[in-house]
């Protein structure tokens, strides 16, 4: 008995490490602890469903979802995290049925502190494990209480100048107001370029504070420009992976593909796959 219990284990370790090395040859950046999603604005002339089997097709598996997309699948309404509880756990199951997750939510704001106390209610009902947002100064404090309360991670995105979180040191300051170690920044490297800032420095800037990231290649550097596949423009994509690594990065990566808005999916998984390709010969 002793023997088939030990070569059962023995087994089961086999087809784990196996299993583990099949997930990181297919998903190398999981080896860094990074999560490789589509930010389903990427897909916003679509439903959520329908974002999350594109995203599937560009293999992925986890999602950032925004407010306001219609849900689809069968569910009426859109994406709301004033949602009701039953629609909440229908989407959960969905998503379960199509083995993908939903790790973070964004780009998202609160107007009240109602509203703020909501939202995190609503990330901790759907196991969203960072929310990505542009928020009032006046709720800087607020929202580090409740990233606390809650431990959910928040990450201050920034837009193109000149919105408000343009530059890295703006984001600094609301991280320090918010003074909760749970809020950073998300950092959006294609806005980056498009304000005429170069993303490496500027992730520099971030190091100790990077919650997560809106990842992007563009055509050129210029306010008015467009997505290319990762790895074929300007935002020197080789050297942001660099700098990830270097800092010990540990967190969500969401692709947000802003061109070809019918028909961007094929663009999105050329990305994918170029990024891989250069995490693996690294």
């Not at 999981?30 to 599937?56: C, H, I, M, P």
């Not at 809106?214 to 994509?237: I, M, Q, R, S, Y």
Request: charged share 25%; aromatic share 10%; net charge positive.
């Amino acid at each position: 008995m002793k023997k088939h219990l030990r070569f059962a284990i023995l087994t089961g370790c086999i087809t784990l490490v196996m299993g583990v090395t099949a997930l990181y040859a297919q998903q190398p950046e999981k080896k860094l602890g990074w999560y490789l999603s589509a930010q389903t604005y990427t897909f916003n002339r679509f439903t959520f469903f329908e974002a999350v089997d594109k995203t599937l097709g560009a293999g992925m598996n986890s999602v950032e979802a925004f407010n306001g997309q219609e849900i689809g699948g069968g569910i009426d309404g859109k994406m709301d995290y004033k949602m009701d509880a039953e629609k909440r756990k229908a989407i959960l199951n969905a998503l379960k049925k199509k083995k993908v997750k939903l790790c973070a939510f964004g780009v998202v704001n609160g107007t009240t502190e109602e509203e703020w106390k909501q939202l995190f209610e609503f990330a901790k009902a759907m196991g969203i494990k960072v929310i990505n947002t542009e928020p009032n100064v006046e709720f800087l404090p607020l929202i580090g209480e409740l990233a606390n309360r809650y431990k959910i991670k928040v990450g201050i995105h920034n837009h193109p100048k000149p919105t408000k979180y343009w530059d890295p040191a703006i984001v600094l300051e609301a991280i320090a107001k918010a003074n909760s170690k749970y809020v950073g920044a998300c950092a959006d490297i294609g806005h980056w370029v498009r304000s005429g800032l170069d993303p490496v420095e500027s992730l520099k800037q971030y190091e100790g504070h990077l919650v997560s990231l809106h990842f992007k290649d563009l055509a050129e550097k210029a306010p008015k420009t467009h997505d290319v596949h990762w790895g074929t423009g300007v935002c020197n994509v080789e050297g942001v992976i660099a700098e990830l690594k270097r800092q010990g990065f540990n967190g969500n990566i969401s692709a947000e593909y802003e061109h070809n808005w019918e028909d961007n999916a094929g663009d999105v998984a050329q990305s994918v796959a170029n990024f891989r390709k250069l995490l693996a010969e690294k």
